[in-house]
T-cell receptor, first 111, second 113 residues
């Protein structure tokens, strides 16, 4: 499965956009990029996923580069409640999945 | 629709004992995956079950096992507990065996003394 690389931690001012990068240079053509977040002491929560086009939902936007080797999760107006660990994952396509979440990015939203 | 439930939420065991954790997926979901989360290792995949069959397994010793019942509920068992097994064990369900959005439960916090 495609390995992902994320910064260990990031800070963002409350009300500003939080841009969380993820590198997945070994991604295959039919593999999706998924983003989850985990707020302290809770189970991870699905945020968004995409294949090649940019995606947006009520929580966030996902920008995937044209070569699909990296992506950016955008929280347009970060709030204190967005403080969490954010995971970028690329599950292997087809068959059954051995999903690797890794360490993720600890986002701290600062008042 | 009820979310994923896990029981018990907290558990304290001693080395050498065995433990069974339970997971009830969202109604209609047929795939259940288990993860171990520790501060140093992050979220590590344990195994995935679909239609009562283990479909994939992570790199964990044979002391870690699981099963899935016909109603999609799943259990995982850890035998001969070690101190290093102390972790948050998370269960996630999804609609089918192909990767879908996964819905996670709150986890079971296992402490091994």
């Amino acid at each position: 499965d495609a390995k992902t690389t994320q910064p260990t931690s990031m800070d963002c001012a409350e009300g500003r956009a939080a841009n969380l990068p993820c590198n997945h240079s070994t991604i295959s053509g039919n593999e999706y990029v998924y983003w989850y977040r985990q707020i302290h002491s809770q189970g991870p929560q699905y945020i968004i996923h995409g294949l090649k086009n940019n995606e947006t939902n009520e929580m966030a936007s996902l920008i995937i580069t044209e070569d699909r080797k990296s992506s950016t999760l955008i929280l347009p107006h970060a709030t204190l409640r967005d403080t969490a660990v954010y995971y970028c994952i690329v599950p292997p396509s087809g068959g059954y999945q051995k999903v690797t979440f890794g360490i993720g990015t600890k986002l701290q939203v600062i008042p | 629709k009820a979310g994923v439930t896990q029981t018990p939420r907290y558990l304290i065991k001693t080395r050498g004992q065995q433990v069974t954790l339970s997971c009830s997926p969202i109604s209609g979901h047929r795939s259940v995956s288990w993860y171990q989360q520790t501060p140093g290792q992050g979220l590590q995949f344990l195994f995935e079950y679909f239609s009562e069959t283990q479909r994939n397994k992570g790199n964990f010793p044979g002391r870690f096992s699981g099963r899935q019942f016909s109603n999609s509920r799943s259990e995982m068992n850890v035998s001969t507990l070690e101190l290093g097994d102390s972790a948050l064990y998370l269960c996630a369900s999804s609609l089918s065996q192909s990767y879908n959005e996964q819905f996670f439960g709150p986890g079971t916090r296992l402490t091994v003394l």
